[in-house]
């Protein structure tokens, strides 16, 4: 069996408590499916991953007042960073897999100069913000866009 390496997840995210959707990006950590003891049926398939954020920096009032993230001006891509606690760790969580809505690629942003120690294997730890690749797939970009 042949590894495959899943940069990031885009999660459709339902908040009874926020009554509202959104699209969640979240770095793929485990997969897993709990066993359960005497069990007729079995356990819901699960995800563990960390979260993203989308920058604040790029966003657009909505007809209703509400804030939309928009692509950064000039390459169109959304960036995202890490979604971190006061203290500093990594946000994350454990989510159905059948909330995921597709596979994407997380680019990250370099600014004027890239980090000497940054290669393709620690490039999802070392960096701080990414890009998400639309490039790679037209129903990235339209999803995040439609599901604010």
Request: charged residues 15%; glycine residues 6%; aromatic residues 10%.
């Given at each position: 069996?042949?590894?495959?390496?899943?940069?990031?997840?885009?999660?459709?995210?339902?908040?009874?408590h926020?009554?509202?959707?959104?699209?969640?990006?979240?770095?793929?950590?485990?997969?897993?499916?709990?066993?359960?003891?005497?069990?007729?049926?079995?356990?819901?398939?699960?995800?563990?991953?960390?979260?993203?954020?989308?920058?604040?920096?790029?966003?657009?009032?909505?007809?209703?007042?509400?804030?939309i993230?928009?692509?950064?001006?000039?390459?169109?891509?959304?960036?995202?960073?890490?979604?971190?606690?006061?203290?500093?760790?990594?946000?994350?969580?454990?989510?159905?897999l059948?909330?995921?809505?597709?596979?994407?690629?997380?680019?990250?942003?370099?600014?004027?100069?890239?980090?000497?120690?940054?290669?393709?294997?620690?490039?999802?730890?070392?960096?701080?913000?990414?890009?998400?690749?639309?490039?790679?797939?037209?129903?990235?970009?339209?999803?995040?866009?439609?599901?604010?």
């Amino acid at each position: 069996m042949v590894g495959i390496a899943i940069n990031a997840l885009l999660l459709e995210l339902i908040c009874p408590h926020l009554s509202t959707e959104n699209m969640i990006v979240m770095q793929v950590r485990i997969i897993f499916q709990p066993v359960l003891p005497q069990s007729a049926t079995p356990a819901p398939i699960l995800v563990y991953g960390e979260y993203f954020q989308y920058s604040h920096r790029y966003t657009e009032q909505g007809p209703n007042g509400e804030r939309i993230f928009i692509p950064e001006p000039g390459i169109d891509m959304f960036v995202v960073s890490r979604h971190l606690r006061s203290n500093g760790t990594r946000m994350g969580d454990v989510a159905l897999l059948q909330n995921v809505q597709q596979v994407v690629q997380l680019v990250p942003k370099f600014g004027k100069y890239a980090d000497a120690a940054l290669t393709k294997d620690n490039s999802m730890e070392i960096g701080q913000e990414y890009y998400i690749n639309n490039l790679s797939d037209k129903e990235t970009f339209h999803a995040i866009l439609s599901y604010q």
